[in-house]
């Protein structure tokens, strides 16, 4: 009996063990979607702080020449503002593309966020980034559900 118990201890050591070694790397997380979540975020938190400005000049080129800031302030405000404060946000997923309906071929991301707001307990937050030229992750779209 001592033995069994032994062999079966020294069976789920190594199991965990095994378990450990290979999934480090199963859940090393690609640098390219830790850069792009890492933008949508440092962006997000600019938008939670109602700084409309900020978020605008934040944002990538795509997204400025399609939305001059006045535009862009205007928009905040009407929809973003009334939400009041972010109570708690969570990431879905991330995905790339090349190909975004409407836009050049490039290189794409769509960050998806679960978020509760004091005034919309359950929404969707969908920002989408370009890599720009210079290799950086840029906010070029912004959509709250």
């Known amino acids: 009996m001592r033995r069994v118990v032994l062999a079966r201890l020294l069976l789920a050591f190594a199991i965990l063990w095994l378990a450990l070694l290979v999934g480090s790397d199963a859940l090393a997380q690609d640098p390219n979607a ?42 905040f405000n009407r929809v973003r503002q009334p939400l009041g404060v972010v109570i708690s946000r969570s990431m879905i997923s991330t995905r790339f593309a090349k190909n975004l309906r409407g836009m050049p071929e490039g290189n794409y991301s769509l960050v998806v966020f679960r978020t509760s707001f004091a005034n919309k307990t359950e929404a969707r937050e969908v920002v989408t980034l370009e890599r720009e030229p210079d290799g950086a992750w840029r906010v070029i779209g912004y959509v709250i559900s």
Not at 34 to 56: F, I, N, P
């Open 34 to 75: 830790t850069a792009a979540q890492k933008v949508a975020r440092d962006w997000l938190a600019v938008t939670d702080r109602g700084d409309a400005k900020a978020s605008w000049n934040a944002a990538g080129k795509r997204f400025q020449a399609a939305l001059p800031a006045a535009r862009w302030a205007a928009a």
